[in-house]
T-cell receptor, first 115, second 114 residues
Framework: DVKVTQSSRYLVKRTGEKVFLECVQDMDHENMFWYRQDPGLGLRLIYFSYDVKMKEKGDIPEGYSVSREKKERFSLILESASTNQTSMYLCASSSATLEGTDTQYFGPGTRLTVL | GDSVTQMEGPVTLSEEAFLTINCTYTATGYPSLFWYVQYPGEGLQLLLKATKADDKGSNKGFEATYRKETTSFHLEKGSVQVSDSAVYFC?????????????FGKGTHLIIQP
């Protein structure tokens, strides 16, 4: 069964802290994504990666960075957390095959609160 | 740029009622279209999809038809259940899909009352 896991369901951090959100998929997918979900705004793409060590900016990359050292793992990094980064963060993955790229599989999400 | 517009709700219906959630899109190319569902406390799950005009996606009693002429992908179900209560997201993807990420609507919160 397809599975995307995220390291924490809930996280509370203080302003200025460096925050790591981890995502692991077990489907051997090439593509991985980080979104944030906010009420009234839907999901917005932060960063994505189509291969190990490759990364591309999404729609709202400011204040974030990512790391993909292994195919199955994609990390989102908040270099210096701010209160406006309080949000639900969702990781997703998809296959790079022509038929598979359309469908993204999502993790359960990490609800991050920055105080 | 590309965008998806859907009714935001909340939409409240009684059990066994007919459901329609409207979704329209703007895209420069020929997108694939999706409906995702998010149950309380969970991540998003793919509900159905359609990859070209006039395709109909269906799953769990839900249906949506890709209408190129009206740039729409409305979600329908003939008889909803309490367990269908969730947030529903319409989304599109260009360039064959996921390599560039999905563009989502803002989500429609559906509440089904017994």
């Amino acid at each position: 069964d397809v599975k995307v896991t995220q390291s924490s369901r809930y996280l509370v951090k203080r302003t200025g802290e460096k925050v790591f959100l981890e995502c692991v998929q077990d489907m051997d997918h090439e593509n991985m994504f980080w979104y944030r979900q906010d009420p009234g705004l839907g999901l917005r793409l932060i960063y994505f990666s189509y291969d190990v060590k490759m990364k591309e900016k999404g729609d709202i990359p400011e204040g974030y960075s990512v790391s993909r050292e292994k195919k199955e793992r994609f990390s989102l990094i908040l270099e210096s957390a701010s209160t406006n980064q309080t949000s639900m963060y969702l990781c997703a993955s998809s296959s790079a095959t022509l038929e598979g790229t359309d469908t993204q599989y999502f993790g359960p999400g990490t609800r991050l609160t920055v105080l | 740029g590309d965008s998806v517009t859907q009714m935001e709700g909340p939409v409240t219906l009684s059990e066994e009622a007919f459901l329609t959630i409207n979704c329209t899109y703007t895209a420069t190319g020929y997108p694939s279209l999706f409906w995702y569902v998010q149950y309380p406390g969970e991540g998003l799950q793919l509900l159905l999809k359609a990859t070209k005009a006039d395709d109909k996606g269906s799953n769990k009693g839900f249906e949506a038809t890709y209408r190129k002429e009206t740039t729409s992908f409305h979600l329908e179900k003939g008889s909803v259940q309490v367990s269908d209560s969730a947030v529903y997201f319409c989304a599109l993807s260009l360039s064959g899909g996921g390599a560039d990420g999905l563009t989502f609507g803002k989500g429609t919160h559906l509440i089904i009352q017994p």
